[in-house]
């Protein structure tokens, strides 16, 4: 079996559940789990990685991706255009298109020191893609397709409430598909795929799909991953139709009985949501900080309550932002503004985040959300999935280790991180990608892209490029909806 040393300035190990940081640490890898921790050195007959002026952390887990969307949309939704054009020109490329631009997702996720994506592909050919790379790669994924996808506009955008309630038979048959592809790939690559029922949203689901998708979870065993309570329209549609809040829905047909991660939550009932929540002991909250691009969100997410309300939370790039060092930062970042400016006034308690609330939502916290005592942590036998991050060079750090670690990362970026490791194979070392030619990774994507935006400017979906819409972002839903379905 292969092994491996791996020798820190500094380690985030963990003891009876409890993170701690250990200076001069050295964690040993053999095969795939780690066989020793210690606060000095190990001897090894394998590999030595010497980590100097490094944290390493275990392998970061993002409570919501969608992969193959992350590039198609940065630097556009950011416009404030309606984001469908682009996403509808994706699925006019091959399977093997849709896979080269999701390898260059995954990429980015790696490189940031992400090993495992909670997946929401938009589409089952871009999950079988995802499926695909996460095998060729090493990554652990718990991904699934957007539940539905054949009809998810019709139903999702519709002004009227026809489509959705006439919908159960085609979502279903989706979810048959579905069920197909993964019970095949369920537990491949020694455990590291594990696919999870993904409804979109509340607001695009029926009782009879939401029961259905239960029992698929249990059937698979890996949950049920959703955007919850997202915008206003998704509750007032929710209530409108089925007389309950998204929440309190989901409660009332057993959904909590799965591990569940609900994505953003911007419009949750902060005092009598956050009880159903927490009481479940099966749902996590999956805060996404750069949703709708960099700086494009103007109402920050309910982290700060979320935390004091005990609720078990993770932290999600969603799909704009890759980058997964960056998405730390900005949990700390937006939750100190939110705690700032709301917790005189707030009628429920809030927590002023800190990088140890923010690491903590990304690692252990996440994995046992998905129910995995043996990831997030680095602690004897875990499961070797690690990433080291530069805490002492130009821009992060002052030229020697520092006396706090956690709040260097404060001033990282996924550009920092070092060495990835997945289930106790490298996949990136020294900076760089090694699972595959990164030039080329780079190149195929980059071809793909430029094609996509030829193809809006011919149908001038650049032409308003400088404008942005009243009401961006809070009416995103709204301006697609009318960009789709004008009177």
Known sequence: MREAVIEADWVLACESDRP??????????????????SDGPLRTSGERIHARGQLLLPGFISGHTHACLGTPSRGIIEMGQPFGPPFAVIETFTDDEIEDLTAFNVAELIRS?????????ATQRQFEAYVR??????????????????????VWFSKSDEPLLNSTADTLEDQRV??????????????LIRPMVTPQSTDNQTPGTLRAAVKLARELGNGIHIHLAQDPMEVERVERVWGKRPVEWLADLDVFSVPVFGAHMWCIDLVEDAVILRDSENFTYAHCPSSLGAGGSNATQPWPEMLAAGVNTSIGVDTHSNDYVENIKLAVLDGRARWFHKHEHSEVPMVMPTPWHAVNAATRDAADGLHRKDLGRIETGAKADLCTIDVSGLLVGCGAAPPEPLNNLLYAS????RHVMTDGAFQVFDGRLVVEDED????????LMERLWQELRDQGWFQDEHTHPPGWPLSWKATTAAAMFPE
Not at 178 to 191: C, D, P, Q, S, T
């Open 133 to 154: 790379v996460a095998r060729r790669w090493g990554v652990r994924g718990y991904p699934g397709p957007a539940l539905p996808w054949k009809n998810l506009s019709e």
């Open 20 to 37: 701690h940081l250990v200076r001069n640490g050295s964690v040993r890898v053999v095969g795939d789990r780690i066989e020793e921790v």
């Open 414 to 417: 996924g550009l920092s991180v």
């Open 440 to 447: 080329r990774v780079v190149r195929r994507a980059g071809l």
């Open 178 to 191: 579905f069920r197909e592809y993964a019970l095949k790939v369920n537990g491949a690559e020694n455990g």
């Open 113 to 121: 020191g992400c090993t495992t994506h909670v997946e929401m592909s």
